[in-house]
């Protein structure tokens, strides 16, 4: 049998639930994984109906250009979400929005039903906006949060969409023990819930893979006494970016910093999730005002700084934040430093000529600047070199 590159382990999701230990037992060490790696499927434009709209902006410019040409395109929409008071009480959002056409408003002919498609982002708050008792409605805004108009209310014009099957995922080369051999000898067809871990070549867990149900097996062809397993997960799958990360971590934490300086935007993302992982929780921040050195030279965007952070702070694989809420959280102490502290930005020139065009949403880089204002307002004293 090869290194193995997975640990199997029996799952129980009560157990997890309610925080008990020693309820995983080890089943295999497997060699490798088929059909593992899979992004997300783009979210799919849903058809919404602003109810009674009073269209401003840009909502009026695409709204007038969709009577014309069948539809417009209008970008991100915010529905603020008010209280009988007009008050905002919460938002909700929509990316990607076209404008399909309008209406006149049976309620009141002064206003529109407008019909437009969109998707929702994963952040989104909650699933639908529902409108509090004696709204008035929702409050239209834009990307940047310019004005859009109102509407009353929101209807979603729901289509069933077969969803596509998705394959498998199998376990090669796996030398099955414990309850789970048992099973196989016993010929039961139900194996069990397990969970799937990437491990490094010590035989160190680096990060969850899936979770889900065991409903078949073979030999392998690996070698004498493997098996290969049939895995339906109910988790979703590490997406395509984990394959390069879990080979560069696959002799444990990096030794060296930038190990990352290689991989893609997306792979960057991913990495920031594995050293948040596999961060050491609870060990002692740093002297107050101690200086820390930030490799500047592959801040090529917003997920190669927090990279950096991280190993400025925490050393090569370090973790200090993934956007600027979790380095908020990160600065208030118990992740390695707290203010006061001073940073010192080498190459920074790299960063202010890449990092941002537009103001930092929560689906963008955010600028150089932004970034200086952030830190200084943390109590980070920045000097660029």
């Known amino acids: 049998m090869g290194a193995p590159k997975y640990v199997l382990l029996s799952y129980d999701r009560e157990a997890e639930f309610e925080g008990q230990d020693g309820y995983e037992e080890t089943w295999a060490l497997c060699e490798d994984a088929g059909d593992l790696f899979a992004d997300p499927p783009p979210p799919t434009p849903e058809t ?14 695409a709204l007038t250009r969709a009577r014309a040409e069948g539809s417009a395109p209008l970008g991100s929409l915010t529905l603020e979400i008010l209280d009988k008071s007009g008050t905002a009480v919460g938002e909700w959002y ?18 529109r039903d407008v019909t437009v498609e969109g998707s929702e982002p994963d952040d989104n708050p909650f699933g639908y906006p529902e409108r509090p008792p004696l709204s008035p409605g929702f409050r239209l805004l834009g990307t940047q949060g310019e004005p859009q108009g109102t509407c009353r209310d929101l209807a979603c014009v729901r289509q069933d969409r077969d969803e596509p099957l998705e394959p498998p995922l199998r376990l090669l080369g ?4 414990g309850a789970l051999r048992a099973a196989m000898d016993a010929g039961e067809e139900d194996l069990g819930h397990a969970k799937v871990l990437r491990i490094d070549s010590y035989g160190r867990p680096v990060q969850s893979a899936a979770e889900g149900e065991l409903r078949a097996w073979i030999p392998s062809a690996r070698g ?14 590490p997406p395509l970016a984990a394959r390069e990360v879990w080979e560069l971590w696959g002799a444990g934490r990096p030794a060296e910093p930038n190990r990352w300086a290689r991989c893609t935007t997306d792979e960057r993302r991913f990495w920031l999730n594995t050293a948040r992982e596999n961060h050491v929780y609870g060990r002692q921040d740093q002297p107050s005002g101690t200086t820390y050195d930030l490799d500047g030279r592959h801040i090529t965007d917003g997920p190669g700084f927090f990279c950096a952070m991280g190993e400025a702070v925490n050393g090569p694989g370090g973790y200090f934040g993934w956007g600027f809420d979790a380095l908020n959280d990160c600065l208030r102490g118990r992740w390695g430093a707290a203010p006061p502290l001073t940073l010192v930005w ?17 689906h963008s880089s955010p600028l150089f600047e932004e970034l200086l204002a952030f830190l200084t307002e943390k109590g980070v004293e920045v000097h660029l070199a």
């Open 94 to 111: 929509l990316e990607d929005v076209r404008v399909l056409g309008d209406r006149p408003c049976a309620r009141d002919l002064s206003l």
């Open 48 to 61: 919404y109906e602003l109810l009674g709209c009073a269209p401003e902006g840009e909502l009026r410019t």
């Open 174 to 177: 796996c030398s099955p023990q």
């Open 346 to 362: 080498h190459d920074a020139d790299v960063a202010r000529t890449c990092l941002g065009a537009n103001p930092h949403t929560d």
């Open 224 to 237: 004498r006494g493997l098996v290969d397993l049939t895995l339906d997960p109910w988790s979703e799958r």
